[in-house]
């Protein structure tokens, strides 16, 4: 842990220590830093445009539950479990596929640069890691956003997932696993429709 993130893990406790007091300027202060994060983390997890309700619900959440918050991993992978269970449950109660999460991704990627023909290379490309990330299984794709997406640790997407870190080492090995199949099958498939013509 680099002295960054433990200065912030101490912040973030004294901060908490205040609002669990009573102190509502105090779990502003951890609205304002944390709100981006969750966000994200909801759209990418697939909540699209019920990311904000997601993240409402989370941070009420999370207030109403600070006496529960061990403070084991920092308050962000904390809360970012919230929204992800607040992002699980909008999908079970609206019946939705995952696929609103891989238009969200879309959405979140940087724009390519100006040249047409990298600008056409790049969108092909991302259009094939989005179409084979919709081929993996929930879990797989869950373990993938939270750590290459949302550039989370194995401990802090242990946290937000609710698995144990050893399940997010061997899920993640074999979703990366499973992603590059995928990805070799669709060249494979790429390979032979150009040379059909």
């Known amino acids: 842990m680099s002295g960054l993130e433990r200065a912030t893990e101490l912040d973030d406790a004294a901060v908490v220590a205040?609002?669990?007091?009573?102190?509502l300027d105090a779990y502003e202060v951890l609205v304002a830093h944390y709100t981006a994060a969750a966000h994200r983390a909801a759209v990418l997890l697939g909540a699209g445009a019920d990311a904000d309700d997601v993240v409402q619900e989370a941070l009420v959440k999370a207030y109403r539950g600070l006496s529960r918050y061990r403070?084991?991993?920092?308050?962000?992978?904390?809360l970012l479990a919230i929204v992800a269970n607040e992002t699980r449950n909008l999908h079970r109660s609206r019946g939705r596929r995952d696929g609103v999460l891989l238009r969200a991704v879309r959405?979140?990627?940087?724009?390519?640069?100006?040249?047409?023909?990298?600008?056409?290379?790049?969108?092909?490309?991302r259009q094939r890691l989005v179409d084979q990330l919709r081929r993996l299984d929930r879990?797989?794709?869950?373990?993938?956003?939270?750590?290459?997406?949302?550039?989370l640790s194995?401990?802090?997407?242990?946290?937000?997932?609710?698995?144990?870190?050893?399940?997010v080492k061997s899920r993640t090995a074999r979703a990366l696993g499973r992603l590059r199949e995928h990805l070799a099958e669709d060249e494979h498939l790429a390979g032979e429709e150009g040379t059909d013509d």
């Open 107 to 125: 959405q979140e990627m940087p724009e390519p640069a100006p040249d047409p023909a990298d600008t056409a290379e790049a969108n092909e490309r």
């Open 18 to 23: 205040r609002a669990r007091a009573g102190d």
């Open 154 to 167: 194995e401990a802090a997407t242990a946290v937000a997932l609710g698995w144990p870190k050893g399940t």
């Open 71 to 78: 403070g084991e991993s920092g308050f962000r992978p904390w």
């Open 139 to 151: 879990r797989d794709r869950e373990v993938l956003v939270c750590r290459y997406l949302l550039d």
